[in-house]
């Protein structure tokens, strides 16, 4: 999880970089400026200049604030049971906070933890794909723990389902009947609008009753366990209610890029993403390059875009690497087409998704028909939804493409965002073929129009 969605913003360059190397790695600077004209970077506090030829910009940006929450700004006595994931180490504190420490059990004996289920309350806030596969990758640790140690798990977000902002809703709302088989509790329609500190060591709320009352008292503050109370809004009468938490994770997705040395040197900023405004060959200005989430590229065939995935930083490094170091040549065009992981093991749910994968869009999802448990043969109109390709249309050209337990077809699907083929009339009959999956008579494709 750490590897799709924030390797991309967390350098390790400083540990690579061998000592004999050309390479002199300056880390830790905030007080830097750029001089375009004279290609110089200046270290304002120290003084310090030093002079280039070619310079390539690739800040690692930060996680997002999760709605009107901050991690930065919370009390201290909440950081060690609120987590941001913004870097490796992070994921491991959550992995550690999950797991029961060894040699110890929730209750004393086993009489006790048959009336009433032990381990900790775990709230995930987020609907989106670190949110949701930080969820079923907790429920599958949960899997392994025996009935007196295993927590409760508390998927919160705003939408209706768990990933509605991407998938269509027959395909979100069956991700989230997945999870919640594997014992995840969804609250879908919610807001959180502010943590405290609980001044009570179990809930307040009545939806809480639904969970065991037991408590692992192993974390103190001044000897009393600290628990979270978070303030959560309904999203249908707007009315408030409180739930009380031990650990709670706060799972945004995307990612804020760091543009303030760009802005402060006079390099453009995209009003509409946020990114540094580059032309084709990721050039911001003469000599000046900018890779990763902070660039704001034009791809052929999609417009503008800034992208935040691990595959977009390492090709686009590569990209400018090349051109900053190819003079001989004419500079290169970056027309790679970035793909992105959701993995959802627990669930047996694995999507590659490349293009621009938004739920308002019209939908065409091309899946394998469910099949007859006494025939084996397929049953039309009706699908588990476990193999597929969703393809994603704007102005009758397919933008994105979705390849669910369908791993061999990525590479056909960023070929077909690539010649932006125009797709007429009666799409569903036009791309079932586009991408063969199956035989036809396997095939079921529900649709879905522009929200």
């Known amino acids: 999880v750490y590897d799709r969605w924030r390797r991309h913003i967390t350098s390790h360059l400083s540990t690579m970089v061998d000592s004999n190397s050309d390479v002199i790695v300056a880390s830790g600077f ?12 200046t270290f304002q506090n120290s003084g310090n200049k030093i002079r280039y030829n070619k310079c390539l910009l690739a800040p690692p940006g930060r996680a997002r604030s999760f709605y009107v929450l901050d991690s930065n700004v919370m009390a201290y006595s909440l950081t060690d049971h609120i987590n ?14 999950f797991a029961p420490k060894p040699g110890t059990s929730a209750f004393e004996n086993e009489r006790e933890s048959e009336q009433i289920q032990g381990g900790k309350q775990f709230a995930v806030l987020g609907g989106g794909f670190l949110g949701t596969e930080v969820v079923a990758a907790l429920s599958e640790m949960n899997q392994k723990l025996n009935k007196s140690q295993k927590n409760h798990i508390t998927h919160i977000f705003f939408e209706p389902n768990a990933l509605a902002e991407y998938f269509p809703a027959y395909l979100s709302e069956h991700i989230t009947r997945k999870l919640e088989s594997m014992g995840v509790k969804t609250m879908s329609n919610r807001l959180v609008t502010g943590v405290k500190r609980s001044q009570s060591s179990s809930s307040q709320s009545d939806i809480c009753n639904n969970f065991a009352s037991g408590i692992i008292q192993n974390e103190t503050l001044n000897g009393h ?3 979270i109370q978070a303030t959560l809004l309904r999203g249908d009468d707007k009315s408030k209610f409180d739930m009380d938490f031990d650990y709670i994770v706060l799972a945004s997705t995307h990612i804020k890029p760091e543009v303030e040395l760009a802005r402060r040197s006079g390099l453009e900023i995209d009003g509409n993403n946020g990114g540094i405004v580059v032309n084709g060959s990721l050039e911001a200005f003469d000599s000046v390059f900018v890779a990763g989430n902070a660039a704001s590229f034009y791809s052929q065939s999609l417009g503008r875009r800034r992208v ?36 959802l093991p627990s669930i047996g749910l694995q999507f590659e998704c490349v293009g621009e994968i938004d739920s308002t869009l019209k939908t065409v999802g091309v899946w394998l028909a469910k099949r007859d448990e006494e025939t084996g043969k397929p049953v039309m109109k009706e699908t588990d939804y476990d193999r597929g390709i969703i393809y994603y249309l704007r102005d009758s050209t397919v933008v994105g493409v979705v390849c669910c337990n369908a791993s061999e077809c990525l590479e056909a699907a960023r070929d077909m965002i690539s010649q932006k083929n125009l797709i007429k009339d009666a799409a569903a009959a036009q791309l079932r073929k586009k991408i063969l999956l199956a035989p036809e ?6 649709e879905t129009q522009n929200r």
Not at 32 to 39: F, G, P, T
Not at 314 to 334: E, F, H, K, V, W
Not at 441 to 446: E, V
């Open 30 to 41: 905030s007080d830097v400026s750029i001089d375009l004209e004279n290609k110089t970077i």
């Open 84 to 97: 941001n994931l913004k870097d490796a180490n992070e994921f491991k504190i959550l992995e550690a906070s």
């Open 225 to 227: 366990e600290v628990r």
């Open 308 to 343: 935040e995935v691990y595959d977009h930083a390492m090709n686009s490094g590569l990209c400018a690497g090349r051109n900053m170091t190819n003079t001989q040549i004419a500079p290169s065009i970056y027309k790679h087409q970035p793909a992105f992981v959701c993995s």
């Open 441 to 446: 008579n396997w095939i079921h494709i529900p």
